[in-house]
């Protein structure tokens, strides 16, 4: 069953007034460092989701080339695997067919919710999922490349991927977790990597929290431990926005 979230923060406090700006940003620090990820509800008109990504750092352009993209559904995508359709999505890190590092953080907000059902944005921490294997078989996922592919949708936009990785990375002494329940090749006999898709979406099944949007509310997420999904909706007219966070200029990745 589908938990609430429970590493929300409201702009307002107990007695309805506004939280200072160095209060809210400090929540938010320990609650995305605590949890991996945080809600951020009763954003008011004011609010400035930009420049308060910005302080998270710099912003990674997706593959389309969008800085500050555009989630809504796309009629000629509903047949197929895609992140701008209706349809459901399978539980993922963000950018596991990139180059070089995934983005560090993810940042969705809402500008218009799907009236009716479905639409909400589902999350797990990847640790839930890696306590399931013992230290020899982590290392495994360190030191075996595995083959990463695209989406459907991407491809039909013209976007290729084809890169290697392995599903867990050390950067700066954190871990970095990638993972793909579609689009991670699983190599003939490698009975590891098929129950780590397999035990993964089963966990991801059983114990994902899934936000529930208002006008202007947020989710942003440590895209090198959580997994994300959606769920199917109908209201064509569901519209998000998208940011994804590069990991700090100067890393092992810097050109
Ligand atoms: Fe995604």
Redesign the pocket.
């Known amino acids: 069953m589908p938990k609430s979230p429970d590493s929300v923060l409201s702009c307002y406090d107990v007695n309805n007034d506004p939280l200072p700006d160095s209060v809210l940003r400090y929540a938010f620090r320990q609650l995305l460092g605590n949890n991996g990820y945080v809600q951020i509800v009763n954003v008011p008109d004011s609010f400035d989701h930009v420049a308060f990504l910005k302080e998270l750092g710099d912003f990674q352009p997706t593959p389309t080339g969008t800085v500050v993209g555009d989630l809504k559904p796309e009629a000629d995508m509903d047949d197929i695997y895609h ?1 701008q359709n209706r349809r459901p ?1 399978v539980p ?1 890190t ?1 950018g596991y067919e990139f180059r070089g590092l995934p983005p560090r953080y993810m940042a969705l907000w809402c500008v218009k919710p799907a009236s009716g059902l479905g639409g909400e944005t589902t999350l797990l921490d990847g640790d839930r999922i890696l306590r399931e294997f013992t230290e020899t078989e982590l290392r495994h996922f360190s030191e075996t490349p595995y083959a990463w592919t695209s989406t459907e949708g991407l491809a039909r936009r013209g976007v290729h991927h084809h890169v290697e990785h392995p599903v867990l990375e050390e950067v700066d002494g954190e871990r970095v977790l990638r993972f793909s329940y579609n689009n991670l090749v699983v190599p003939e006999g490698d009975e590891l990597a098929a129950r780590l898709l397999e035990r993964g979406k089963e966990i991801y099944d059983e114990s994902h929290v899934a936000v529930e949007y208002q006008e202007r509310d947020m989710i942003v997420w440590n895209n090198w431990r959580m997994l ?1 999904s959606r769920n199917a909706f109908e209201d064509p007219t569901r519209h998000l926005k998208r940011v994804q966070i590069a990991a700090p200029i100067g890393g092992p990745y810097a050109a």
Do not use: G
Request: charged residues 20%; glycine residues 0%.
């Open positions: 992140a999505l993922h963000e994300h």
